[in-house]
């Protein structure tokens, strides 16, 4: 499969494309509906480059390069090409597979195994498994960098995360705890909220919809919009492209990332599914 053509996935529910570059969905929408995926106009589709919009897999680990060593945010496993794993006979599944190699050795010193399975129904759902091959343990941050498609950021509300604790980059990471209100958007906002496996519903009255994103294996949930001045610093975003998102991310970061001793593995699963609004 070439690493930077789209694989569909059809059937009567719904539809989603996906690419063997990063194991990487960009899209997916139910039948008869808008795009629930948001997808950048100006991303680069390169090898060694990352796609902007759908879901990242992001690995080893989340944000910046930990140890301040130069190696890019976000890891690498969004930027090699996998490899597709399933038979290729259902229109509804895909299963991608990566492991380490001299190229990921170079940048991370683990042995490794990743597995992303995808199924389109109704719903979109992904499941990322983790695996250590390795003789020692090591510690990850594995994640779903979601890109939901949104009518405009600064009339949509998010429920599902009233009460939990989070660390905001915005404000140099200051610890903070959310309000018992559903968090609404009025500038850049990037916060890691941890210790929740809650669902998130994301209320779009533009779209007249709400889009649910309920998970499993996952402690971290994280919430980014760059808003107007950073996205016009984004060259594969673009500085009017920042209202059409909202990235509600599955992960284990922060102090929920994981601990893998030798031979051991983790499951993390999200479906993103669409409600008409009440």
């Not at 390069?65 to 969004?78: Q, S, V």
């Not at 190699?101 to 940048?107: G, K, L, M, N, S």
Request: hydrophobic share 40%; glycine share 10%.
């Amino acid at each position: 499969m070439d690493p930077l053509r789209a694989l569909g996935l059809r059937v009567a529910a719904g539809e989603a494309q996906v690419y063997s570059h990063g194991a990487h969905v960009t899209g997916f929408c139910p039948t008869g509906q808008a795009p629930v995926l948001f997808l950048s106009q100006a991303s680069k589709f390169a090898a060694g480059e990352a796609i902007r919009g759908g879901v990242p897999v992001i690995f080893p680990w989340f944000g910046d390069d930990p140890e301040g060593k130069g190696r890019p945010a976000h890891g690498f496993a969004r930027r090699c090409a996998w490899q597709r794993v399933d038979a290729g006979g259902d229109a509804a599944r895909a299963a991608f597979a990566l492991q380490d190699d001299e190229a990921t050795r170079a940048q991370w010193p683990h042995r490794f195994g990743l597995r992303l399975e995808v199924e389109v129904s109704a719903a979109l759902s992904l499941a990322l498994r983790v695996e250590n091959r390795g003789a020692q343990a090591f510690r990850c941050e594995p994640t779903l960098h979601t890109y939901l498609a949104v009518g405009d950021v600064r009339q949509v509300t998010l429920h599902g995360l009233e009460g939990v604790r989070y660390k905001d980059k915005v404000a140099g990471m200051a610890e903070r705890t959310h309000g018992r209100a559903p968090l609404t958007f009025g500038g850049e906002t990037d916060r890691v909220f941890l210790g929740t496996e809650a669902t998130c519903r994301v209320d779009d009255p533009l779209l007249s919809r709400t889009l649910e994103v309920s998970k499993r294996g996952s402690r971290s949930t994280i919430v980014w919009n760059p808003w107007n001045a950073k996205a016009a610093r984004m060259a594969d975003l673009g500085a009017d492209a920042w209202p059409q998102f909202l990235c509600v991310e599955s992960g284990n970061v922060d102090d929920d990332a994981l601990v893998l001793g030798p031979g051991e593995s983790h499951v993390m699963a999200v479906q993103i599914a669409v409600h008409a609004r009440a």
